[in-house]
């Protein structure tokens, strides 16, 4: 699986900022919408399935397992306070994408506890503190992230703050690739930020 260039949307995004970002480049999507009903999210969920599928890329839900099933997605990104990774897995599949968040070196111990095969990959942040989360756990800075990304068991984005300039960085700390929301959704042009962004990583 390839999480190089991983975009998170924000809330209520318009189908074409995804589509942006498919065209250029993303590895990764997750409709990530803390709003919206169920119905609504698993409707717009299964027009951005078929979009995705048409650039092979995962398309990956946030939080909500019900809307994952219903809609036909590649996968659940899952936080701390989402539920049991185990329990998860279970109601998902053994063919789905399983994401969970890790915040600091304690929960990435528990996570490393877990049975083989539950989790796909962690996302680990924020790095830096950022208006995309509301309340977000204390910024985790990249040495931090070094340490999370070459301990962990599967494969680590960092996340949060995360910008073309950090590329680098992110690479150089183990990190298999950068989850995004802002530096795509806020750029003026979304699809060549996302192709900027994929042209750094394959450079660093
Ligand atoms: C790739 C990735 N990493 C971390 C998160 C954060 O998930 P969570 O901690 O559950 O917070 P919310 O996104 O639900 O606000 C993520 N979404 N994606
Ligand atoms: C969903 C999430 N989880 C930790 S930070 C974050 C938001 C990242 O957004 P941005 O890339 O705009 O900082
Ligand atoms: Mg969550």
Redesign the pocket.
Known sequence: MNLSVYF?T?HNPDDSLVLAALKGGASVIQL?DKTASDAVLIAQARRLVAMAEDFNIPLII?DRVEVALASGASGLHM?QSDGDPVAVRAALGLDKILGL?I?NEVQLATMAALPKGTLDYI?A????A????LN??TPIGFETLARIAKAAPVPCVG?????QADIATVKAAGCAGL????????AVDPELATRQLVASWEAA
């Open positions: 998170v924000p990530r946030n936080g968040s915040e996302g942040g924020p790095v830096r950022t208006a995309s989360k977000h756990a996340i949060g703050g995360v910008k989850a995004i929301v802002s530096a795509i959704s806020g």
